[in-house]
């Protein structure tokens, strides 16, 4: 369940979220449409081309959100896609939110010689 601070621990209603799948490559991009005591409603996330993009029910999923410090993440789970002419997903919080990364892969400092 959605539950402690609000923007630290879940993104707060209204808030964009990039939402990261585990069968896709790419970040896409949500809204918080509901956060209280229970599982998110998010809109349909969004492609880079603005298309909704379609997963499997079940599928885990981490929302990454800016908190009052810096990104924010959160593990989930797409329990269910809600139909109606602005579909919304909910997900189920699976674990504590923790400090957020919207990169795949980790950016260090490296220095070589060029010739």
């Known amino acids: 369940m959605a539950s402690g ?9 209204k808030e964009p979220v990039d939402v990261q ?6 970040a896409l991009t949500s809204f918080v449409e509901d956060s209280g005591n229970g599982p998110l409603t998010l809109t349909v996330p969004v492609d880079r081309s603005g298309r909704r993009v379609r997963i499997d ?4 999923v981490q929302l990454v959100w800016k908190g009052p410090e810096g990104l924010r993440a959160l593990p989930a ?24 990364q919207r990169r795949n892969a980790v950016r260090a400092p490296m220095s070589l ?3």
């Not at 029910?57 to 885990?60: I, K, Q, R």
């Open 5 to 13: 601070i609000p923007g630290v621990d879940y993104p707060e209603v």
């Open 21 to 26: 799948c585990a069968s896709r490559g790419d």
């Open 57 to 60: 029910v079940g599928e885990y």
């Open 77 to 100: 789970e797409l329990m269910e896609v809600l139909p109606g002419e602005e579909p919304r997903w909910r997900v189920k919080p699976m674990g504590p939110a923790t400090r957020g």
């Open 113 to 115: 010689p060029v010739e």
